[in-house]
């Protein structure tokens, strides 16, 4: 009788882990951004997510090391060289709004021309 | 940076240390930046251009106000052709820049000014400044605009110049654009006349995998361009031959034919190039037929990393003149940035 409450309680255990992660995934949806930067644009350099939604943005270069900020938010990273490998960023925009994200690195004489705007809106009433 | 070995056809090899840059940056606060250029050329300043020089290419402050609105201030480059403003030596082919970006568009071409720059959405992004114009005083027949430039050095602004570019970003490894330059460059000269010059040009570049292409066409127009002459030569005693129109054009394109994160890359290219700096003259004079030029330039380019490029090219160059014969060259390069 005890080993039967053991396996009961190990299988209500499980289900509600299950439940959880399930509850989890849904109420939190990843979307992935894939971003080419390059001596001097991001491409693309305007980007769309929905408030709430976890942004998982790819960074590659196709030149020389470049760097991600997002102004306002707490990301920095460098972007390898070409060749060099993925830098990953998560991020999860709290409001609604237009974030502009920028290189982060001197990386040549147009440094400045390196922006780019990531377009933040609530989510569609239902979603 | 970079330094080259080249050796012309019947002339002494030679080995240049051409130019050594140091680009430096200042963020004031999140709207507010500054950029700045220094470049020594050849190595060795001793006052006159021959022996070297020391340019402030760039030293501008960035105003940040929108994505599609910015204002810039300062020594800026001009935004014309593929060149100019994406001049660092691992980013093009060849050891020494393309002719049509030496004599049809000065590069590098900077001067002071200001101006406004932004993305408007879908890929577009503009440019446009007000600058100070070309003296055309210095203007020659085999050189075009080059001497012309004032490079913030005390620059007349009676009469200043716009200059302005449009650029396609949108498609990933794409880049197509065009710009335009506008002045009245006769300042020099008294009593002042105007001598009004128009310059353009289209580009665009273009990646997918390994392969690489580039193509760009530029013109000059110089209106008074009889004018101009005659009053070079009352105060040279030399009759510059200036021209009416200068164009140009040329098409690159490149392979990679090696790719590795360990090894590095290699690519070979080939380029064609035409530069006519005395296209169309003034009545009464005779085109200089020796700077009627076009040129093949196949090389290849080695990245042991992708900010250092080891380049090696064959340059063959053709003229129209019967008499001047044209230079061929083998170039060896050397070119780094960080």
């Given at each position: 009788m005890r080993a039967f409450k053991l396996v009961a309680l190990a299988i209500a255990a499980l289900l509600v882990s299950v439940v959880l992660r399930a509850a989890a995934q849904t109420t939190v949806p990843e979307q992935v951004i894939d971003i080419a930067a390059e001596r001097f644009s991001f491409n693309p350099s305007e980007v769309r997510a929905t408030m709430g939604t976890t942004l998982r943005i790819r960074l590659t270069s196709d030149d020389t090391m470049h760097g991600f900020r997002i102004v306002g938010a707490n990301v920095n990273v460098a972007i390898p060289k070409r060749n060099r490998g993925t830098a990953v960023v998560t991020f999860r925009p709290e409001k609604p709004g237009r974030y502009t994200f920028e290189c982060s690195?001197?990386?040549?004489?147009?440094?400045?021309?390196m922006r780019g705007t990531l377009v933040v809106t609530e989510p569609e009433p239902g979603q | 940076m970079d330094f080259h070995f080249t050796k012309p056809d019947r002339l002494p090899a030679e080995l240049d240390f051409h130019r050594f840059v140091l680009l430096f940056a200042h963020q004031f606060s999140d709207r507010i930046r500054f950029v700045g250029e220094l470049e020594l050329e050849h190595?060795?300043?001793?006052?006159?251009e021959d022996a070297g020089e020391l340019e402030l290419e760039q030293a501008y402050v960035d105003f940040l106000l929108t994505r599609a609105f910015n204002v810039r201030a300062g020594?800026?480059?001009?935004?014309?052709?593929?060149?100019?403003?994406?001049?660092?030596?691992?980013?093009?082919?060849?050891?020494?820049?393309p002719l049509v970006d030496t004599v049809?568009?000065?590069?590098?071409w900077f001067e002071v000014g200001a101006g406004v720059f932004g993305e408007v959405g879908r890929g577009l992004r503009y440019r446009a400044y007000v600058t100070s114009p070309l003296n055309a005083?210095?203007?020659?027949?085999?050189?075009?605009?080059?001497?012309?430039?004032?490079?913030?050095?005390?620059?007349?602004?009676?009469k200043p110049a716009v200059t302005g570019r449009v650029e396609y970003v949108?498609?990933?490894?794409l880049t197509a654009g065009a710009g335009f330059w506008a002045g009245e460059s006769g300042f020099a000269f008294q009593p002042r006349f105007d001598v009004p010059v128009r310059v353009w040009e289209a580009d665009a570049r273009f990646a997918r995998g390994r392969f690489e292409a580039r193509a760009e066409i530029a013109g000059v127009h110089i209106t008074e361009a009889g004018t101009l002459n005659d009053a070079v030569a009352r105060v040279?005693?030399?009759?510059?031959?200036?021209?009416?129109r200068l164009r140009g054009a040329y098409a690159e394109g490149a392979y990679r034919l090696f790719s590795s994160r360990r090894i590095g890359d290699v690519a070979a290219f080939v380029r064609y190039e035409n530069a006519d700096t005395q296209n169309r003259m003034p009545a009464g004079y005779v085109p200089?037929?020796?700077?009627d030029r076009d040129l093949w330039a196949f090389g290849a380019t080695y990245w042991p990393d992708p900010d250092v490029a080891i380049k090696v090219d064959y340059v063959r160059e053709r003229n129209r003149s019967q008499v001047v014969p044209a230079p061929r060259s083998f170039n060896i390069g050397l070119g780094w940035w960080f």
């Open positions: 690195r001197l990386c040549g004489a147009g440094h400045s021309f | 190595a060795f300043v001793e006052g006159l020594m800026v480059l001009m935004p014309m052709g593929i060149i100019n403003e994406r001049h660092e030596p691992p980013v093009f082919y060849g050891v020494e820049r049809i568009l000065p590069t590098t005083l210095e203007f020659s027949a085999g050189e075009g605009l080059r001497e012309g430039r004032q490079r913030g050095n005390r620059t007349n602004i009676q949108r498609v990933r490894g040279t005693g030399l009759n510059p031959n200036v021209a009416e200089l037929k020796a700077f």
